[in-house]
């Protein structure tokens, strides 16, 4: 079902009437064009416009302070190991699941053999997803994650533990960096289904207005930064 | 103090103020009147105060653009040949300076002579303080005192911090800051006669603050909200004098205070 | 649920909202909260002030160019495989959700919190078609469970306590065991989620609404801290958008100088837990999402503004910041305005949309402190706004018959000096005479509203024009008052 060609002529000619054009306007159209085009990025609050190693930093304090926890890893080869470690204190089952993504599937996964990693979209029975993301971004501690056929959102969202693997080389000033990025990646501007920024576990305020941890989402978003900054 | 506005520096007689004297002073309070002249005659300015009767903003908050329109006409010739126009008031005040020039939007006769018109005009403390410079005043009060920013003084002409640099060179007064002083008393002109209930919830709120503070003196530079304050205080049995803080600067925060009962008549 | 109109009856509202305790109390303790959080978090970024210029900016930029980047957003939609729907008012969008959960056979729509979504009243709709809504938003749940409705645009149960939820979900949730502890917060949330959390894995659509709807990829942005709305339309079959046409941005740059005051208006947070872009459906080897993706935009008379005064409501990112901070709202909650929006924004809101013969007293029912204005993260002249309102219903005679004469009597007066002095002369000799004694009326004719509660102040004697004049005639100058 489309909406019938009258209900939309109606809205758009009502927009037109009380705007006063005809969208056969020229100038307008090339404003708009323009606008489009040029995608300008607006007011960038000078917070994350550090070097990478202090942008880095902020990341950290940013990502905690939205109540994420975080290990900061020298190099992708400790991350099954740190996963094993962050499981196990925690008191968590040893068993997770991921996408098939390559960068996830590379890991060292025989370092940690008494993990139990799965591959696919989550149903809710998971305890521990993980997921591997675009990018950081330091201004607000944010992840930005992208579904596709190797990384189901539903790992994001239904598992009662998010770990997610972020680069230190991903981790950008801000949005807009990440969106260049983006834009870069999907030069034909076909956007992945999702796109998911996600700035610490799960929370509502709606009993009392008072905070508490583990709505709907995760519980807990843990982070593991890997390597150092570009 | 000088007068440093571009007109005045031209010539050294003193600016000619006049004084809107607002209708809520004229009626119930004229004491404020008198202490507002002092202010300024204090600071070297020669007041007048032309016929008047109302800037016209109980017309405007209720729709009637004709009856404001009218006023506004009538407030600006009567007072446009002063070199400044006053009032111990934000609200009166900030209609004029800040909604009269909506009123003559499109008219080509009128805004250049409404914006003209518009710059001249201020609240009393604000005018004392940015426009002539005054940094202390020669009073005397005795007392704890706690300072209600009124809304529109406060949104509409940035009034918060004069009030308070003047008041802190009155002899033996210690201002003591009221926890939400930014938040509105509930009057709201007409909002308090067509919604007295809520109103009333609102300034219960605000009695609550000024009470916490522990002042024996309220002031505030409006006094719509601080008859409606004070009245709540007095129905409330409350020990808290309420004063028109113009009253306080010029020295005469001696007489009967909002709501106090006259002294005895002599004689 | 949809909500019946009673702003009509905002006064007798008011009255029992302020004879409430329970709702008194509730208001009280979340009021300062949303105050403090969102100082704290503009005083972290000294950008703010610039970033909502540039946000009004964008939405006086879009608004202007409307009909264009509408078109944009469709066609960018329709290129992602998605579907758009243009709804022409509550009706109509209705029909165009309810029809699509039809064809899918849908039993139950998961929602998350939309107010565009109460505006339609969809809920009842969907009921009476045998589909049934099932809010996922925490708030929204409780509220729904209760049959209420909203009383706030960010927070929908703020005029409850933790008491009544949990008497509420031991009413509901009978499945689970009567003794069970619910003392604490934490078991009340995760109660709810153990619940919610079957209903999200059934639902067959999900319906959400949108914070911001991109025009440069046809994205639909939709925020949440508690991640209800990723589920709602990752899970189901389809995932359907419901959003106003005056949520439109340019580009995701400019979605994000809007992301940047919206969740530090509303919550205090520097950027919400879950700000997602939904860009269309399930791609081919997806392992997951919905198969199918709509956006029904609702015009419901939002184009008509465009043209007037009200146009700059149509910037509104619906932040709540205005109720927040309005003492009106924070004095009577959110219920006592009568329809689906509340506070300074619903006052400018409601009129339009049921009418301003039975929205009246919601652009009358504000003090004019101009607080909603001093906050909003858009800059919309909420006073100048709710004045325009004033001025309909007294241009068309529609204010109350007490109010229209006794302003006609009193600008009469005005408006002739040479009577209005004599008049107010004598008006306040005559008072001060009566109250001069106790300096104050405990009772007043025509201001019976005022000395229920309040005493009124006695006028000093003269008016300050006649003693002025008495003055100027015997050459005193104006030192002091009368003795
Ligand atoms: S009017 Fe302004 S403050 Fe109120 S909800 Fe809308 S954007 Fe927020």
Redesign the interface.
């Known amino acids: 079902?489309?909406?019938t060609p009258s209900?939309?002529d109606?809205?758009?000619a009502?927009?037109?009437?009380?705007?006063?054009?005809t969208?056969r306007e020229a100038p307008?159209?090339q404003?708009?064009e323009a606008?489009?085009a040029s995608?300008?990025?607006?007011?960038?609050?000078?917070?994350a416009q550090l070097p990478p190693a202090e942008r880095l930093e902020l990341f950290k304090a940013?990502a905690l302070g939205?109540a994420s926890s975080l290990d900061h890893l020298a190099s992708a080869a400790e991350v099954p190991g740190a996963i094993a470690a962050y499981l196990s204190t925690r008191d968590l089952p040893l068993k997770l699941l991921r996408?098939a993504d390559p960068r996830l599937a590379a890991l060292p996964w025989s370092s940690a053999p008494q993990i139990d990693v799965w591959i696919?979209?989550?149903?809710?029975r998971q305890p521990v997803g993980l997921s591997h993301a675009f990018a950081g971004i330091a201004?607000?501690g944010?992840l930005v994650l992208f579904?596709?056929?190797d990384n189901?959102?539903?790992l994001?969202?239904?598992p009662d533990h998010h770990l997610v693997v972020l680069e230190a080389k991903d981790v950008v000033a801000?949005?807009?960096t990440a969106?260049a990025r983006?834009r870069a990646q999907f030069p034909d501007?076909?956007?992945?289904?999702?796109?998911?920024?996600?700035?610490?576990?799960?929370?509502?305020?709606?009993?009392?207005?008072?905070l508490?941890l583990?709505?709907?989402?995760?519980r807990s978003l843990h982070v593991l930064l890997v390597g150092a900054p570009s | 103090m000088t007068a440093s506005s571009a007109s005045d520096a031209a010539s050294s007689r003193p600016p000619r103020v006049g004084l809107f004297v607002t209708c809520l002073v004229d009626t119930i309070r004229p004491s404020v009147g008198f202490a507002a002249v002092k202010l300024l005659e204090d600071a070297g300015c020669d007041v007048d105060v032309p016929r008047q009767t109302c800037c016209g903003q109980p017309a405007f908050n209720s729709g009637d653009r004709v009856t404001t329109r009218a006023l506004a006409e009538k407030t600006i010739a009567a007072f446009e040949s002063f070199d400044y126009v006053v009032a111990p008031s934000g609200s009166c005040a900030g209609m004029i300076k800040t909604h009269y020039p909506e009123l003559f939007v499109g008219e080509p006769d009128w805004s250049g002579r409404v914006e003209r018109f518009c710059a001249k005009v201020f609240e009393l403390t604000s005018f004392l303080v940015d426009v002539l410079g005054v940094t202390r005043v020669e009073a005397r009060y005795d007392g704890t005192v706690t300072y209600h920013d009124s809304c529109s003084g406060l949104r509409e002409l940035q009034v918060k911090a004069q009030p308070r640099q003047l008041l802190a060179s009155v002899e033996g007064l210690a201002l003591t800051e009221l926890a939400d002083s930014d938040t509105c008393c509930g009057f709201g002109g007409t909002f308090c006669v067509k919604y007295p209930m809520v109103s009333d919830a609102i300034v219960g709120k605000k009695a609550d603050n000024i009470l916490a503070s522990g002042a024996d003196t309220l002031l505030a530079g409006d006094l719509g909200c601080l008859m409606n304050m004070a009245g709540k205080l007095q129905r409330q049995g409350r020990d808290v004098a309420v004063r028109h803080v113009a009253e306080v600067l010029a020295g005469m925060g001696d007489g009967p205070a909002i709501g106090a009962p006259a002294p005895a008549k002599k004689g | 649920m949809s909500v019946a109109i009673t702003s009509p009856e905002f006064k007798q509202n008011a009255t029992e909202a302020l004879a409430d305790p329970q709702l008194q109390a509730?208001l009280a303790?979340?009021g300062p909260?949303?105050v403090g959080k969102r100082r704290d978090a503009i005083a972290k970024?000294?950008?703010f002030d610039?970033?909502r210029d540039?946000v009004r900016d964008?939405k006086n930029?879009t608004l202007?160019?409307?009909?264009?980047?509408?078109?944009?957003f469709?066609e960018k939609v329709r290129?992602?495989g998605g579907?758009?729907?243009?709804?022409?008012d509550a009706a109509?969008a209705r029909e165009?959700i309810t029809?699509?959960c039809q064809?899918l056979d849908a039993r139950t729509v998961t929602k998350s919190k939309s107010m565009v979504s109460e505006e339609i009243g969809i809920n009842d709709h969907l009921a009476a078609a045998g589909i049934t809504p099932v809010e996922?938003?925490?708030?929204e749940y409780?509220i729904q469970i209760r049959g209420e409705s909203p009383s706030h645009i960010i927070?929908?149960?703020?005029h409850l306590?933790?008491d009544q939820?949990e008497a509420d979900f031991r009413r509901v949730h009978t499945d689970l065991p009567a003794d069970r502890d619910l003392v604490e917060?934490?078991a009340?949330?995760?109660e709810a989620?153990g619940e919610?959390?079957q209903r999200?894995?059934a639902a067959d659509v999900g319906l959400t609404g949108a914070n911001v709807l991109v025009?440069?990829?046809g994205?639909a942005v939709i925020v949440t801290?508690?991640?209800?709305a990723?589920?709602t339309?990752?899970?189901p079959k389809a995932h359907i958008v419901l959003a106003s046409?005056e949520k439109l941005v340019?580009?995701?740059?400019?979605a994000?100088?809007l992301?940047?005051v919206l969740a530090r208006s509303a919550?205090g947070?520097?950027?919400?837990?879950?700000?997602?872009?939904?860009?269309?459906?399930?791609?081919a080897?997806?392992?997951?999402?919905p198969g199918e993706f709509h956006v029904v935009?609702l015009?419901n008379g939002r184009?008509?503004?465009?043209?007037?005064t009200l146009k700059e409501m149509l910037r509104c990112i619906r932040c709540g910041a205005c109720m927040n901070h309005c003492p009106v709202y924070q004095s009577v909650g959110g219920h006592a305005y009568g329809w689906v929006y509340p506070g300074p924004m619903g006052s400018v809101l409601t009129p339009a949309m049921i009418g301003i013969d039975k929205g009246a007293n919601l652009p009358n029912a504000s003090t004019f402190c101009g607080r909603c204005e001093e906050v909003c993260p858009v800059r919309i002249p909420l006073p100048k706004l709710l004045r325009h309102w004033r001025q309909q219903e007294f241009e068309r005679h529609l204010t109350p018959a007490p109010q229209r004469y006794g302003l006609k009597l009193w600008a009469f007066l005005a408006r002739n000096g040479w009577l209005y002095r004599p008049a107010t002369r004598l008006a306040m000799r005559a008072l001060s005479l009566f109250g001069r004694d106790k300096g104050r009326f405990a009772s007043m004719p025509l201001a019976g509203g005022w000395t229920a509660t309040r005493d009124f102040p006695a006028p000093e004697g003269d008016t300050f024009q006649a003693q002025w004049r008495a003055r100027k005639a015997a050459g005193t100058t104006s030192r002091s008052p009368a003795p």
Request: with cysteine; charged share 20%; aromatic share 4%.
């Open positions: 079902m489309t909406s209900s939309r109606t809205v758009l009502s927009v037109r009437r009380a705007l006063g054009v969208s307008r159209r404003e708009v606008r489009l995608h300008p990025a607006g007011v960038i609050p000078a917070r940013m939205a996408g696919g979209p989550s149903d809710g201004e607000s944010t579904s596709g056929a189901p959102t539903t994001n969202f239904l801000d949005y807009e969106w983006v501007g076909q956007l992945p289904r999702a796109i998911n920024m996600i700035t610490g576990p799960s929370r509502s305020a709606d009993i009392e207005q008072t508490l583990g709505a709907h989402g995760p | 509730a303790k979340a909260g949303f970024l000294p950008e610039a970033l540039s964008i930029h202007a160019h409307l009909d264009l980047y509408l078109e944009r469709e290129e992602a579907q758009v729907h243009f709804a022409v109509e165009i029809g699509i064809r996922t938003d925490l708030g409780i927070a929908p149960a703020i306590n933790k939820v917060p934490t009340l949330l995760a989620r919610l959390r999200f894995l025009a440069e990829t994205a801290n508690e991640g209800n990723d589920l339309q990752t899970l046409i340019p580009t995701l740059e400019d994000h100088q992301l940047r919550s947070q520097d950027m919400s837990v879950y700000t997602t872009f939904a860009c269309g459906p399930r791609r080897l997806d392992p997951d999402g935009l015009d184009s008509a503004m465009l043209g007037g």
